[in-house]
């Protein structure tokens, strides 16, 4: 399988990300050191993933990941609610079939991949506040709470059978009190690597993780609008492309 692997990677990543500034700056003195380590996840966290990924990266192939690995654990860009600088090229999400299929190119380590799912799931401005799922890589937040203004949020109804669940029959879902937001989670590991994002709790652990893959649960779940109107239900399928790439999360969905 041709998969990029930020997850296999994330221990040895870790260990350069911390080791190799050491090295760069071993000749200055000790207070140097320590006052560089010191500020590492403050205020020089992009000059310190430049020398990530150009002076410590010892496998080239893989640089894309270690890179993304690298910014899961320097980066608090995931708890913006908007993206900043981040021209998206169109066409990033392919919808198909009955009921809807969605795959997603949410390979970008910086920028979520905002997706409409009243306007049939189509891919909407990096800017745009008319939103209800967003994504980027494993992570997926709805439009509430920490991760936006909207009146959004989640449910696990209880279910795996997709079919199943109706607008009479949502499991655990048929009370609203059981609607989460999105807030900041933390996960070691092969999720944020100690870093907070803003994502929602339920979708948090949508995954399994065993030798490298990441495989989706059969979990179905209820997402709310961005209104808090409509809902609708979703169930995913798949973190990889027909070509074994990584960063591409496929599931189905309907409105309920």
Known sequence: MLYSS???????????????????????????????????????????????????????????EDAAVAFFLLSSEGNQTQNRNCNLRENNVVTSGSPLTSEVNATSTRCWMLLSLNSGGIQVDTNSIDWDLRLRRFVIGTNSGSSGPGQGGSCDTGLTDFASVTTGNRGNCASLSNFQVDTNQSQDGAGFADVNDSASPVLFNWYTYNNTILTAKNNVYVIRDSKGTSFFKLQMLDYYSSSGTSGYPKFRWAKL
């Open 6 to 64: 930020d997850e296999k990677n994330y221990l040895d990543s870790r260990d350069r990300l911390v080791f190799c500034p050491w090295i760069f700056f071993k000749k200055k003195d000790k207070s140097m050191k320590n006052y560089l380590m010191n500020i590492l996840f403050h205020t020089v966290r992009t000059f310190i993933l430049i020398l990530f990924v150009f002076d410590c990266n010892s496998k080239p192939d893989t640089s894309e």
